[in-house]
């Protein structure tokens, strides 16, 4: 998981009884009111403790989120655990956070990281109630900074504000460091961190207060400017990106273009792609997949025929070569045609023009041609079954789409497209992905691609309740996937469950070897020959220990 990937809608769950992030209870506040109990609080105990317990609020929301961060999601690494925490202020609507700087050295025990603010809430109710101050005023946020980082990391994390809007800055900016690292710096800042006798009185009242109508509003809308690129074409790899970086580049010229790639991984949408930023975008696009036909077929399917050409060819018919005007002809599966239709096509391709079948005046063809193929076409070349000049002719440039697997980042976008698409189809605006199916999506090795995705998603959206696509409504191969990754036991398990399943993980790792998975569980062979027992207990599948 990475921190940019989070989504409010996926973490929160709103019923008009109950609003939660994942499992916690929320409760929605105004601002406005929110910005008097503030004023109350600095009017009744003065400014220097009034900060104290917005500090601490902050501390306690922040160490909260970090739980619930922690908890929900694998992270791709602790950077982007961290970087989560930015992303979790600006979804809950709080302040808008640039990350500027992080620094981690974890051997060092060292940390550093700078942040920008924009537009902090917590300065605009300042600003609102008690006017400009002469210090930083976005106490709940240093707060929240310092908390989320020193769960994440489990040392002390300061957070200190430079700049605020509260005082008058256009900006707020805020550095955070271990204790080592500020040193003498953190000085008279320490103390807003620390716990007062009042605190008590102040968390039960502060907890109350959490989210914000115009939070969720902001939060909406920059959900609802997520950069898009052609239909699904929402690319966050850079392995994709370049082979469409190529692709844009080479699509105005006529250069031929091979596009290779395993099944699913969307070689026809990327002709698509480069059909529509082509000069042959005005006209046709049209497909074929030289697989599907037999060789007669496939031929009057391309160059067309004359009525009475063979039987069954009652009309006169016009090839795609023809019909596609100044389009784009989409041949797929070139790999598989045979010595025959290759020497016919290599024909078209080098004359420009296309025979019909059972007539002899050739004809001028306008298109351009693309072709793609999931095989090695070099290696089918090499053994002679792809004739080299047809190869030479087909591929001036070739595209090579990756894997699915090979672009992770590409998975939740795609996702979360094929999800809005379902969702419109199936008349279910509401339906969007839990949080629970993420990681599921993530782990799975998609070996049928993209397709594959699309699929298992159109079932889940099916079997969604209540709009949401939780883990149980993916295929059990998707599931199985990311049980066997899983560390992290699902809540509503027994102990004796998550024994099991731990158990059966470590046995599948050792390849069933039984002495090494009980040295990994740490108990003897005998327990965990009763264990295993136990377990199979009622079932007819009986296995008895095994030495070695
Ligand atoms: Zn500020």
Not at 169 to 183: F, L, M, Q, T, Y
Not at 197 to 216: F, G, P, T
Not at 317 to 327: D, I, K
Not at 444 to 473: F, H, K, Q
Request: net charge neutral; glycine share 8%; with cysteine.
């Amino acid at each position: 998981m990475r921190a940019r990937e989070l989504r409010l809608s996926e973490i929160m769950q709103f019923d008009e009884h109950y609003v939660g992030l994942s499992g916690r209870r929320m409760v929605l506040h105004d601002l406005h009111a929110f910005a008097q109990f503030r004023k109350d609080i600095v009017d009744s105990v003065g400014v220097e403790p009034a900060r104290r317990m917005f500090t601490r609020f902050g501390t306690f929301w922040g160490e909260a989120d970090a739980a619930a961060m922690k908890r929900l999601f694998r992270w791709e690494n602790l950077e982007e655990l961290i970087r989560a925490g930015p992303r979790m202020h600006s979804l809950q609507g709080v302040v808008r956070p640039v990350v500027r700087e992080l620094e981690l050295d974890r051997a060092m025990g060292r940390f550093e990281m700078k942040v920008t603010w924009y537009d902090s809430g917590e300065a605009e109710e300042h600003l609102l109630e008690l006017g400009q101050a002469d210090h930083p005023v976005c106490w709940m946020l240093v707060g929240y900074a310092s908390g989320y980082a020193t769960y994440c990391l489990g040392q002390r994390i300061y957070f200190v504000e430079q700049q605020c809007r509260g005082k008058g800055d256009r900006v707020c900016s805020v550095i955070g460091r271990d204790e080592a690292s500020w040193g003498d710096a953190l000085g008279p800042h320490r103390a807003f961190f620390e716990a007062d006798k009042i605190m008590e009185k102040v968390n039960r009242l502060s907890l109350e207060i959490q989210r914000r109508q115009r939070a969720l509003e902001r939060a909406e809308e920059r959900l609802g400017r997520a950069p898009t690129l052609g239909s699904w074409l929402e690319v966050r790899s850079n392995s994709f990106r370049r082979v469409l970086d190529l692709a844009e580049r080479v699509a105005p010229y006529e250069s031929s273009i091979l596009i290779s790639g395993e099944s699913g991984t969307g070689k026809e949408v990327l002709a698509r792609f480069i059909h529509s930023r082509s000069k042959h975008a005005s006209d046709e696009f049209l497909g074929v997949n030289c697989a599907s036909l037999p060789d007669s077929l496939l031929e009057s399917e391309l160059f067309g025929h004359k009525a009475g050409a063979f039987t069954g060819a009652i009309h006169d018919r016009v090839g795609l070569f023809e019909a596609a005007g100044q389009g784009t002809v989409f041949l797929d599966e070139i790999g598989e045609i045979s010595p025959t239709m290759q020497a016919k096509l290599l024909r078209v391709l080098q004359e420009r023009e296309v025979v019909r079948l059972g007539e002899n005046r050739p004809r001028k063809i306008r298109a351009r041609i693309l072709a793609a193929t999931n095989r090695k076409l070099a290696d089918e070349v090499h053994t002679g079954r792809f004739r080299e000049d047809l190869y030479y002719r087909i591929r001036v440039v070739e595209l090579e789409v990756p894997p699915l697997r090979e672009r992770r980042e590409d998975i939740l976008p795609l996702a979360r497209h094929f999800v809005s698409r379902h969702a419109e189809r199936l008349g279910l605006p509401e339906l969007k992905l839990d949080a629970s199916a993420l990681n599921a999506l993530l782990d799975y090795p998609w070996p049928g691609n993209v397709r594959e995705l699309e699929n298992a998603l159109e079932r889940a959206s099916v079997l969604s309740r209540d709009g949401r696509i939780t883990r149980r409504c993916l295929p059990p191969e998707v599931i199985e996937s990311d049980r066997q990754h899983s560390p992290v036991p699902e809540p509503n398990q027994s102990l004796e469950q998550v024994e099991r399943e731990h158990i059966q993980r470590v046995l599948k790792a050792t390849g069933n070897n039984r002495s090494e998975a009980a040295r990994i569980l740490g108990i003897g062979q005998t327990t965990l020959w009763r264990k295993l027992k136990v377990e199979e207990a009622g079932t007819p599948r009986r296995v008895g220990p095994r030495s070695g």
